[in-house]
């Protein structure tokens, strides 16, 4: 009985480690897409403010479903 009680804090010491060693403390999460436009066209669009209702989804740039 002492043998199997040991074994299963050893496992679960090690179990413990494996996941403090091998989950990152920050996980990044990122997308990306991919456009058939030609670079400065795109440029061009994004830094006129009045072309952004264009492809943008909500009524106003940068609220989308009541979020900011």
């Known amino acids: 009985m002492k043998k199997i009680l040991i074994a299963l804090v050893l496992i679960l010491a090690f179990a413990l480690a494996a ?3 091998f989950i990152p403390g920050k996980i990044k999460i990122g997308a990306g897409i991919s456009l058939n436009a030609a670079l400065p066209g795109v440029s061009r669009t994004l830094a ?21």
């Open 48 to 68: 006129n403010e009045n072309d952004w209702a264009k492809w943008w989804p909500a009524p106003t740039p940068f609220i989308h479903n009541s979020q900011v």
């Open 19 to 21: 996941l403090y060693l």
